[in-house]
């Protein structure tokens, strides 16, 4: 059975969960959870998102948003989670597939 598509609201705050995958680590070092905040808060800007609250845990993040947009939330979060190459000189955090 297909999931019920979501009602995005502008406006209307969301808590967005993002996994690791196979709920692996996503974050090895301090500078990580750096990274993938200064690339989440340029994404939020970038698309229209206010972060009201956000709780960076090893394996996974939670997010208090407020999109400006219905398509606003899902556009910030491809940012962080794109599957970009990452280059080296950069912290390796990754939500999709592992980094080798």
């Given at each position: 059975?297909?999931?019920r598509t979501r009602v995005l609201l502008p406006g209307i705050s969301l808590?967005?969960?993002q996994?690791?995958?196979n709920r692996s680590a996503c974050f090895y070092a301090d500078e990580?959870?750096?990274f993938y905040l200064d690339v989440l808060v340029e994404?939020?800007?970038k698309h229209g998102c206010a972060i009201h609250a956000w709780c960076l845990i090893t394996n996974h993040v939670h997010l208090l948003v407020t999109p400006?947009?219905?398509a606003s939330a899902?556009?910030?979060m491809k940012g962080p989670c794109s599957g970009q190459p990452i280059p080296d000189?950069?912290?390796k955090f990754f939500f999709g597939h592992r980094r080798r």
């Open positions: 059975m297909p999931r808590h967005l969960i996994r690791g995958n990580d959870y750096l994404q939020a800007k400006e947009s219905p899902g556009l910030m000189s950069e912290p």
